[in-house]
Antibody, heavy 117, light 112 residues
Framework: EVQLVESGGGLVKPGGSLRLSCAAS????????MNWVRQAPGKGLEWVSS????????YYADSVKGRFTISRDNAKNSLYLQMNSLRAEDTAVYYC??????????WGQGTLVTVSS | QSALTQPASVSGSPGQSITISCTGT?????????VSWYQQHPGKAPKLMIY???KRPSGVSNRFSGSKSGNTASLTISGLQAEDEADYYC????????????FGTGTKVTVL
């Protein structure tokens, strides 16, 4: 059974940093592109960042470019998102997601990040 | 990159069919047969319902079907059931020159 388990969310002050982690199991993690998708309270889905299987290709949404860094450790079956210079508008549930055939077949349960003073 | 355009809400009675549209541009929906659809119930993670425009993952009811014409993709739910009440999002691949994926604005489906 495929499992994606996020951790690392919480309350942080504006300008602060947070590191999200995603532990993957049940599939060959190193073969798939991995992604972070977020959803602000009451809002729609927003694709935040994407990293290819070997980390050769990395993409960021304009809204987080220069502040967030995605990375992965295939030996540990883990995905990360380092978030710096956090803003109130970064408040959201962050989902870890695995990509297959250009679609997200598997989602984590999400971790809530709240940016507030 | 601008979000794909979906109607804010669609409603129907049990047993009816409804269709949700997803309008993009010639740079995303119009260029690739790589549109996916996701269902999201309140407080839950999204679930893949359709990929590559019209393919259903294993376990998804055949009441859900997808299609595309030009820059607009569509999701049709036939035989509407109470459990279909949820938010639905489309998503399209948009090439690798900028950010490769864009979501739709989302549609709230209400079963009357």
């Amino acid at each position: 059974e495929v499992q994606l388990v996020e951790s690392g969310g919480g309350l942080v002050k504006p300008g602060g940093s947070l590191r999200l982690s995603c532990a993957a199991s049940g599939f060959t993690f190193s073969s798939y592109s991995m992604n972070w998708v977020r959803q602000a309270p009451g809002k729609g889905l927003e694709w935040v960042s994407s990293i290819s299987s070997s980390s050769s290709y990395i993409y960021y949404a304009d809204s987080v470019k220069g502040r967030f860094t995605i990375s992965r450790d295939n030996a540990k079956n883990s995905l990360y998102l380092q978030m710096n210079s956090l803003r109130a508008e970064d408040t959201a549930v962050y989902y870890c997601a695995s990509l297959f055939r250009y679609s997200i077949f598997y989602w984590g349960q999400g971790t809530l990040v709240t940016v507030s003073s | 990159q601008s979000a794909l355009t979906q109607p804010a809400s669609v409603s129907g009675s049990p047993g009816q069919s409804i269709t949700i549209s997803c309008t993009g541009t010639s740079s995303d929906v119009g260029s690739y047969n790589l549109v996916s659809w996701y269902q999201q119930h309140p407080g839950k993670a999204p679930k893949l319902m359709i990929y590559e425009v019209s393919k259903r993952p294993s376990g998804v009811s055949n009441r859900f079907s997808g299609s595309k014409s030009g820059n607009t993709a569509s999701l049709t739910i036939s035989g509407l059931q109470a459990e279909d009440e949820a938010d639905y999002y489309c998503c399209s691949y948009a090439g690798s020159s900028t950010f490769p994926y864009v979501f739709g604005t989302g549609t709230k489906v209400t079963v009357l």
